[in-house]
């Protein structure tokens, strides 16, 4: 008998945006979406990540209809805008935890350089502003910030799309470790397949709202 | 320090300028003090220009700029012919009393315009917000002349609010707490009239600055990390929101003298406004040029405080 998905969802509709859609995704599997422009793609991740609410359909992760926001994570696209300009990085990855009241500021401070250290920022840059990082160190920054709440399933809306192919590269090379080493649940949203191809172990293609195919990686 | 000394140079230039254009359309403008004791027939021609000679009217364009500058520089805005006096002296209270009326009504405006402005992004698309911005869209509609009208026949038929002035008579022998009242109560109806004029442009830039930093990626990143709205809208959204806010903050400090000059003149307000309606029509341009130059001087020193605000605020303008 195999296990319950991480994620089950059911006859998910939205009007503009997803007709019927259902999929389940494994815990620690990388499920890619990908498919043109308008196919319902980010409105999927957006419904999954609690911006959006569906017309109608059902969202379940590890059974439950309800969860903790913490628990789903998503990383914007663009790695400049999606950070803070007026926060410090530390500032930026200790906040879910300030607002989750979750031990005191050295504490979370300390938190904040350890996440630094394992996406591969220098702990030491933990003062400096968000504008001070290069895209892909930002990019860092933001799955270091999502990570702070230690989610069970994380989005990536494009996220790499704007780096360039070595930082892209880099990243993708993070994001695995990262799933080896936590047990990572991720949904990749992205055009390139050759990152696909990498990093997914399932790819689902969308169009026009609904799901048209469903196939290993 | 190079960047405020920048700015500060640029607004001297400015002040420079107008006061030269304005000295020069005064000058160029058909007709002045002397045309209408032209038309008395008790005054002669010559008696008229004995008196242009003894005013220096008769000097060239340079001489006359310069001294009128050199009598600014010292507060004396040169020669009002019109009461006889310098202007300085003339200007000084009645400053007083506009800034009092303005200050007061910017301030109550952008307090009431901030919460409803932010309050309203965060309600987007809701029927609260749409019914709020529907009358801030009928205030707006409502020309200031006929708001003062109104403040009028309410100060009328209620008998709640003194008509016109700044205090009543026997202030001078009231307490303090009776004088803070009478004052007050002066106050309540030209500073409401006029709060209500700048509350619906002020909120509409508060709520559209405020929704298009929610929109901004940032602020999604930070929903996603299940910041909660509050804290969002006042940690990440309002500072995002300010750079347009302050600028627009300076500019409401800059129209603090030309906003309230109809107003005033209506509500029988004691400020610079009468005084400016009065020269205009006697062709009294030394208290025209001084009313004009009080202005573009708080225009200047609004535009400068809100240049100072952005590079406090803005790293990136900083960084350059």
């Given at each position: 008998m195999s296990a319950e998905p991480l994620l089950q969802v059911r006859g998910l509709t939205k009007t503009y945006g997803i007709r019927d859609v259902s999929l389940d995704v494994a815990a620690g599997a990388t499920l890619a979406l990908i498919g043109?422009?308008?196919?319902?793609k980010s409105t999927l991740a957006r419904c999954l990540a609690g911006f959006d609410r569906a017309d109608s359909g059902e969202i379940l992760l590890e059974g439950r209809t309800q969860w903790p926001r913490q628990e789903v994570q998503m990383i914007l696209q663009q790695p400049a805008a999606s950070?803070?300009?007026?926060?410090?990085a530390g500032e930026i990855i200790a906040e879910p935890l300030l607002i989750q009241r979750q031990g005191n500021a050295s504490s979370r401070s300390a938190r904040a350089r350890e996440l630094m250290a394992s996406v591969?920022?220098?702990?030491?840059?933990?003062?400096?502003?968000?504008?001070?990082?290069s895209g892909g160190e930002r990019q860092r920054l933001a799955i270091a910030r999502a990570l702070t709440l230690e989610p069970k399933l994380l989005i990536l809306d494009?996220?790499?799309?704007?780096?360039?192919l070595s930082v892209q590269a880099q990243i993708a090379n993070l994001l695995l470790d990262l799933q080896e080493q936590r047990g990572l649940t991720y949904i990749l949203i992205s055009h390139d397949l050759s990152l696909v191809g990498r990093i997914a172990s399932e790819v689902v293609v969308m169009d026009r709202g609904t799901i048209v195919e469903r196939r290993p990686a | 320090m190079k960047y405020v000394g920048r700015r500060l140079l640029h607004s001297v230039l400015i002040l420079v300028g107008v006061s030269l254009l304005s000295f020069l359309f005064a000058d160029l403008a058909?007709?002045?003090?002397?045309s209408a004791l032209r038309a008395d027939?008790?005054?002669s021609p010559q008696a008229v220009e004995a008196m242009r000679q003894r005013a220096g009217a008769n000097k060239s364009f340079p001489a006359r700029y310069g001294e009128w500058a050199a009598s600014s520089l010292h507060g004396d805005f040169g020669y009002s012919l019109?009461?006889?006096?310098?202007v300085g002296p003339l200007l000084w209270p009645r400053l007083g009393a506009t800034l009092l009326l303005t200050s007061t009504a910017t301030l109550l405006a952008w307090l009431v315009a901030l919460p409803l402005g932010v309050w309203q992004a965060s309600r987007r698309n809701r029927w609260s917000s749409r019914a709020v911005q529907l009358v801030l869209t009928f205030l707006l509609a409502i020309p200031d002349l006929l708001l003062a009208l109104g403040a009028l026949v309410l100060a009328v038929e209620s008998g709640l609010f003194p008509l016109g002035g700044i205090v009543s008579r026997g202030f001078s022998e009231m307490s303090t707490a009776a004088q803070v009242r009478d004052v007050v109560r002066h106050m309540a109806l030209p500073v409401s009239v006029l709060a209500l004029g700048m509350l619906p442009v002020l909120a509409r830039h508060v709520r559209v600055a405020m929704a298009e930093a929610m929109d901004a990626p940032f602020a999604l990143s930070a929903r996603a990390n299940g910041i909660p709205p509050w804290r969002l809208l006042l940690r990440h959204v309002l500072p995002a929101a300010m750079h347009p806010l302050i600028a627009l903050f300076g500019f409401s400090l800059g129209t603090l003298l030309s906003a309230s000059l109809l107003v005033e003149v209506i509500m029988g307000w004691p400020g610079l406004g009468p005084l400016f309606l009065e020269a205009v029509t006697a062709r009294d341009f030394g208290v025209v040029l001084a009313v004009v130059m009080l202005s573009t001087t708080l225009l200047v020193l609004g535009n400068l405080t809100a240049d100072l605000l952005l590079y406090r605020t803005d790293p990136r303008i900083r960084a350059k």
């Amino acid at each position: 008998m195999s296990a319950e998905p991480l994620l089950q969802v059911r006859g998910l509709t939205k009007t503009y945006g997803i007709r019927d859609v259902s999929l389940d995704v494994a815990a620690g599997a990388t499920l890619a979406l990908i498919g043109p422009s308008g196919a319902g793609k980010s409105t999927l991740a957006r419904c999954l990540a609690g911006f959006d609410r569906a017309d109608s359909g059902e969202i379940l992760l590890e059974g439950r209809t309800q969860w903790p926001r913490q628990e789903v994570q998503m990383i914007l696209q663009q790695p400049a805008a999606s950070l803070n300009p007026r926060f410090t990085a530390g500032e930026i990855i200790a906040e879910p935890l300030l607002i989750q009241r979750q031990g005191n500021a050295s504490s979370r401070s300390a938190r904040a350089r350890e996440l630094m250290a394992s996406v591969g920022l220098d702990p030491k840059a933990a003062g400096a502003p968000a504008r001070a990082f290069s895209g892909g160190e930002r990019q860092r920054l933001a799955i270091a910030r999502a990570l702070t709440l230690e989610p069970k399933l994380l989005i990536l809306d494009e996220s790499l799309a704007s780096l360039d192919l070595s930082v892209q590269a880099q990243i993708a090379n993070l994001l695995l470790d990262l799933q080896e080493q936590r047990g990572l649940t991720y949904i990749l949203i992205s055009h390139d397949l050759s990152l696909v191809g990498r990093i997914a172990s399932e790819v689902v293609v969308m169009d026009r709202g609904t799901i048209v195919e469903r196939r290993p990686a | 320090m190079k960047y405020v000394g920048r700015r500060l140079l640029h607004s001297v230039l400015i002040l420079v300028g107008v006061s030269l254009l304005s000295f020069l359309f005064a000058d160029l403008a058909p007709g002045d003090f002397y045309s209408a004791l032209r038309a008395d027939p008790r005054m002669s021609p010559q008696a008229v220009e004995a008196m242009r000679q003894r005013a220096g009217a008769n000097k060239s364009f340079p001489a006359r700029y310069g001294e009128w500058a050199a009598s600014s520089l010292h507060g004396d805005f040169g020669y009002s012919l019109a009461f006889n006096a310098p202007v300085g002296p003339l200007l000084w209270p009645r400053l007083g009393a506009t800034l009092l009326l303005t200050s007061t009504a910017t301030l109550l405006a952008w307090l009431v315009a901030l919460p409803l402005g932010v309050w309203q992004a965060s309600r987007r698309n809701r029927w609260s917000s749409r019914a709020v911005q529907l009358v801030l869209t009928f205030l707006l509609a409502i020309p200031d002349l006929l708001l003062a009208l109104g403040a009028l026949v309410l100060a009328v038929e209620s008998g709640l609010f003194p008509l016109g002035g700044i205090v009543s008579r026997g202030f001078s022998e009231m307490s303090t707490a009776a004088q803070v009242r009478d004052v007050v109560r002066h106050m309540a109806l030209p500073v409401s009239v006029l709060a209500l004029g700048m509350l619906p442009v002020l909120a509409r830039h508060v709520r559209v600055a405020m929704a298009e930093a929610m929109d901004a990626p940032f602020a999604l990143s930070a929903r996603a990390n299940g910041i909660p709205p509050w804290r969002l809208l006042l940690r990440h959204v309002l500072p995002a929101a300010m750079h347009p806010l302050i600028a627009l903050f300076g500019f409401s400090l800059g129209t603090l003298l030309s906003a309230s000059l109809l107003v005033e003149v209506i509500m029988g307000w004691p400020g610079l406004g009468p005084l400016f309606l009065e020269a205009v029509t006697a062709r009294d341009f030394g208290v025209v040029l001084a009313v004009v130059m009080l202005s573009t001087t708080l225009l200047v020193l609004g535009n400068l405080t809100a240049d100072l605000l952005l590079y406090r605020t803005d790293p990136r303008i900083r960084a350059k």
